[in-house]
């Protein structure tokens, strides 16, 4: 007669303990055998983090232009040679008379401002600072980029229709020309000539190591007197009314920049344009390869542990022959059998991705502390980390289940180990 546990089934309970006593009972096996699983969940998610990181490190500082502002530019993002040297040949200059054509036209845009930069030297005293960033603004590119003022203020309307020598500097132009010093008020030379400083900004730290406060502007309209009226870089800051109104405004700067160009239906664009969401999807595109190959990587590890994981459990199952006759002569099912060996290899695989995610997150904390590399798990990342584990113990354990729940019983019970 069955016991009432067995006509049941057998429990989930019973076959996990038995897992653990293995584990126990063979940690150096145990280990070993876990091997690829832990190598595999550990390069899962520490790859996952590495992108995971650094996407919302491009997002915050590298593709941060503001909120919901794009450019209108010489060149957008060109990742090809050969393109980049087309367009070399067809795209113009962006001018000032472009920046108010489209200000004077657009409806849908916030705002649309100028902006050009160049490289420069700055001076007070005997103390100079080389390669600055020279930046010419209007004044209502405060309000859409990311500088802010710590002391002082912004360049205003005023400054820019008087052609005003007044500059707002960054954070490491005002520490190293001013150690101890008030800046404001301050008179220091812009490759030779004088501007006073009406405001500091905020510092702004580092982006990929290279510092963002190194940088003083000026009314977009002195630098066009200084530098001349047809600079290089110049750039149209266009910001949408919200992130719903982004690629509508888009088109409608496109439409008047191709009608200002007098380019025909499929003609390509002589100007680009560059948003946040341009850089973050050439980064995406770069990171979709590297995950890609991690994914074959993980793959071989994932199916070599597996395998191991098989050839432990048959040899558990052969180990076991005698106590799997024993459980069938007092009533155990050919279900019961392949439930336990079942859940044995799902236990054994779902310990280590658990040791996997452990060993890769001290990893990720290790690297973020002691690196400017940016590491950031998402949850899901261990969630599917810890099901695919347990689904490869799941998946390789069912021949050697399927092997023990096969054995007669008569012949289990005779076999001598």
């Not at 990181?53 to 997002?59: D, K, L, P, S, W």
């Not at 008087?162 to 008020?185: E, N």
């Not at 009314?241 to 700067?253: H, I, M, N, S, V």
């Not at 341009?278 to 990171?287: A, E, S, Y």
């Amino acid at each position: 007669m069955r016991s009432p546990s067995l006509r049941k089934g057998l429990p989930l309970k019973e076959p996990t303990r038995i897992a653990l006593e293995t584990i126990r009972a063979h940690k150096l096996r145990t280990f070993l055998t876990l091997l690829g699983i832990i190598l595999s969940v550990s390069t899962l998610i520490l790859v996952v983090a590495l992108i995971e990181g650094t996407n919302r490190y491009i997002a915050d500082r590298v593709a941060n232009m503001g909120a919901n502002v794009f450019l209108v530019t010489q060149f957008g993002i060109i990742p090809d040679r050969k393109e980049f040297v087309k367009a070399l040949r067809r795209n113009r200059q962006v001018t000032w008379e472009d920046y108010e054509a489209l200000r004077d036209n657009m409806e849908l845009p916030l705002r649309v401002g100028l902006e050009s930069r160049r490289n420069g030297t700055v001076k007070f005293g005997n103390e100079s600072m080389e390669d600055i960033d020279v930046r010419g603004v209007t004044a209502n590119i405060g309000e859409m980029d990311v500088e802010e003022p710590a002391s002082g203020r912004y360049i205003t309307d005023p400054d820019d229709a008087h052609r005003s020598q007044i500059t707002f500097i960054g954070a490491d132009v005002a520490k190293r020309l001013f150690p101890g010093v008030d800046p404001i008020g301050q008179t220091l030379l812009i490759d030779g000539r004088p501007f006073e400083v009406v405001g500091v900004a905020k510092p702004m730290g580092t982006v990929l190591g290279q510092s963002q406060d190194n940088f003083v502007y000026m009314p977009i309209q002195t630098l066009l007197k200084i530098y001349g009226s047809n600079p290089r870089s110049m750039a149209i800051n266009i910001q949408s009314r919200g992130p719903d109104w982004t690629l509508r405004t888009q088109e409608e700067a496109r439409t008047l920049m191709r009608g200002r160009r007098h380019l025909a239906p499929g003609e390509e664009d002589s100007f680009g344009i560059f948003s946040a969401s341009t850089v973050m999807d050439l980064w995406k595109q770069l990171t979709a390869a590297i995950a890609s190959t991690m994914v074959g990587v993980v793959s071989v590890f994932l199916v070599i542990g597996g395998v191991v994981i098989m050839n432990v459990m048959l040899t558990s199952v052969t180990e076991r022959t005698r106590e799997i006759g024993i459980r069938k002569s007092l009533g155990a099912r050919k279900r019961d059998i392949l439930l336990q060996f079942l859940v044995e290899s799902s236990v054994l695989s779902g310990i280590g991705g658990v040791v996997g995610v452990l060993i890769a997150a001290g990893l990720s904390a290790l690297v973020g502390a002691t690196t400017a590399v940016p590491m950031v798990i998402p949850l899901s990342a261990v969630l599917v980390s810890l099901a695919v584990s347990t689904a490869v113990g799941l998946f390789f354990g069912i021949y050697p289940a399927r092997r023990a729940a096969e054995l007669d019983p008569i012949e289990a019970l005779r076999y001598e180990t």
